[in-house]
């Protein structure tokens, strides 16, 4: 049996979003820019995705939802061309955000800092979310943007995102959140909330890899990070990639239609699979479960490096991860970990198990069943943990 619980790093393209793309490409393949029918035959089903993606999200009509290649550029987008606006070009010269952010803002603060902004990284507390008030206390009247990720990649919790947006319009600050890891796992409605810039991509919602958005209210000024075409109103230059459009609409329709109930579906497979590792001796799990995204399991094992256990479900031909996808090839230490007091070594042995709609029960039983006895093989030849002594009744605790 082959498990994927790797779901936060991307997902399987629904076979409903390939059957919606495959036109696109051999068929109604032409350049919506081109003035000749094989181009404008394109426009009806770009018009779809757009829709569609409003609709997911409450957008209104005010707003822009632009799509670019993947989140990574849409969150740069963000950051550079505020700074590009109201530090080069204004007086701003701050910018607010947090220090478990994906490493797209974080790298990218980084590049910022080196042209001179001053960057706040906000700490989060032991649940690993940074708290609202904190945001509030460091916002000064020098301050671009508040840049705060929705929801974890890494422990799928929930940020306050409301509560932030509020302080931000209070405060005049321009707010961004990278959604990613929110849009198609929990609710998301635009209008119900103050944000300015929210990033999203498509194949964290069983669509495909390479295609993002980004959502821009109320049409505010954001100058271009790609010129050269004027395409999507002169947003975002280069030339429409149709059938990852088209998928883009298709997936966020697909996970956001009926989304509570299919998240109830979810979170009850993953608390059973929490359940169950629980009950293994020495495991943390981070972050309350009421305040997560429900498909994500950010757990601790203590004595069993993480890379050992990733090796171990490996073998057993169950994929999950210690971490973001981003950081596997680094032997670090789970960055959140750290960041909500984890000593070294405990924040070396987390692993992230995320599952999706189409994780099956049987699937959720071997996984188990293999996490189990992964645990107990690994600290079996385990140098920091020492074996259980034999109970009183002379058996050794389950480990
Ligand atoms: C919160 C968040 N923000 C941005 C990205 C990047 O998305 P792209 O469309 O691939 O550029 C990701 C992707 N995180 C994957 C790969 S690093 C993970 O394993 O956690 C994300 O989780």
Request: aromatic share 6%; charged share 20%.
């Amino acid at each position: 049996m082959q498990v994927y619980l790797d779901n936060n790093a991307t997902t399987m393209v629904d076979p409903q979003v390939v059957e919606a793309m495959l036109p696109y490409f051999s068929e109604q393949y032409g350049n919506p820019n081109s003035l000749h029918k094989f181009g404008t035959s394109t426009h009806p089903a770009l018009a779809k995705a757009m829709d569609q993606v409003y609709t997911a999200l409450n957008a209104s009509d005010n707003d822009d939802i632009v799509f670019t290649s993947c989140a990574t550029e849409s969150n740069n987008w963000v950051l550079q061309s505020v700074f590009i606006d109201l530090v080069l070009n204004g007086d701003k010269n701050h910018m607010v955000t947090t220090e478990v952010e994906h490493p797209s803002i974080l790298a990218t603060c980084r590049f910022l800092e080196e042209q001179g902004v001053k960057v706040t990284y906000l700490p989060v507390n032991d649940q690993g979310v940074v708290e609202a008030h904190t945001v509030r206390s460091f916002i000064t009247d020098k301050t671009a943007l508040v840049s705060v990720m929705w929801a974890s990649n890494e422990t799928g919790m929930i940020f306050p995102i409301k509560e932030i947006g509020e302080i931000c319009k209070e405060k005049g600050v321009l707010f961004h959140s990278d959604g990613v890891q929110a849009i198609g796992k929990i609710p998301v409605d635009l209008q119900s909330l103050h944000i300015d810039f929210v990033s999203m991509s498509a194949h964290k919602f069983h669509g495909p890899k390479g295609v993002g958005a980004l959502y821009i209210r109320d049409s505010q000024k954001l100058t271009p990070l790609l010129h050269g075409g004027e395409h999507m109103g002169g947003r975002r230059s280069g030339t429409l990639n149709v059938p990852y459009i088209v998928g883009m609409g298709k997936a966020i329709e697909l996970a956001t239609t009926n989304i509570e109930e299919t998240a109830a579906k979810i979170r009850k497979k993953r608390d059973r699979l929490e359940d169950a590792i629980m009950q293994i001796s020495d495991t943390m799990i981070v972050g309350d479960r009421e305040n997560r995204t429900p498909n994500t399991i950010l757990v601790s094992v203590k004595g069993v490096e993480g890379e050992s256990m990733l090796w171990d479900l490996n073998k057993g031909d169950i994929g999950a991860s210690t971490g973001s996808a981003c950081a596997s090839e680094e032997l670090e230490a789970n960055t959140v970990m750290l960041a909500i007091g984890a000593d070294n070594e405990l924040a070396h042995t987390g692993i992230r198990l995320s599952l999706s709609r189409f994780t099956t029960d049987a699937e959720i039983d071997y996984a188990i069943s293999h996490f189990q006895n992964a645990v107990k093989r690994l600290r079996s030849i385990s140098s920091s943990y020492a074996v259980q002594q034999p109970t009183k009744g002379g058996e050794a605790k389950d480990c």
